[in-house]
């Protein structure tokens, strides 16, 4: 019934910025606790962002503070993370994970979206 479907990835420059998108139907973004995850080649999920709309609370990996940015589309029931000054680290299989309540565990989240590679070269 949830779906979630990721996109905008690709293959940038260091210092670029892309910015996925995270569509969802069967769940309402606006009240909805909304997640991105990352997956580099060779390691476990690891949290990049979490935002409740409801609570006002947007809370950001050490990692991406400062460089990535979390918005929402209620109209179009879609969630944006803008990565600006990207890193060859950065690269990795990001998802977009949904839930109805606060956690950073990945394990947690019972839905998930497809994933987009987002591949940053030096």
């Known amino acids: 019934q949830v779906q979630l479907a990721e996109s905008g990835g690709g293959l940038v420059q260091a210092g670029g910025s892309l910015r996925l998108s995270c569509a969802a139907s069967?769940?309402?973004?606006?009240?909805?606790?909304m997640a991105w995850f990352r997956q580099p080649p060779g390691k476990e999920r690891e949290f990049v962002s979490i935002?409740?709309?409801?609570?006002?609370?947007?809370n950001y990996a050490d990692s991406v503070r400062g460089r990535f940015t979390v918005s929402r589309d209620n109209a179009k029931n879609t969630v944006y993370l803008q990565m600006n000054s990207l890193k060859p680290e950065d690269t990795a299989v990001y998802y977009c994970?949904?839930?109805?309540?606060?956690?950073?565990?990945?394990?947690?989240?019972?839905?998930w979206g497809q994933g987009t590679q987002v591949t940053v070269s030096s």
């Open positions: 994970a949904a839930n109805d309540r606060w956690t950073m565990r990945a394990g947690d989240f019972t839905s």
């Open positions: 069967g769940r309402t973004v606006s009240t909805s606790f």
């Open positions: 935002t409740w709309t409801g609570g006002g609370i947007t």
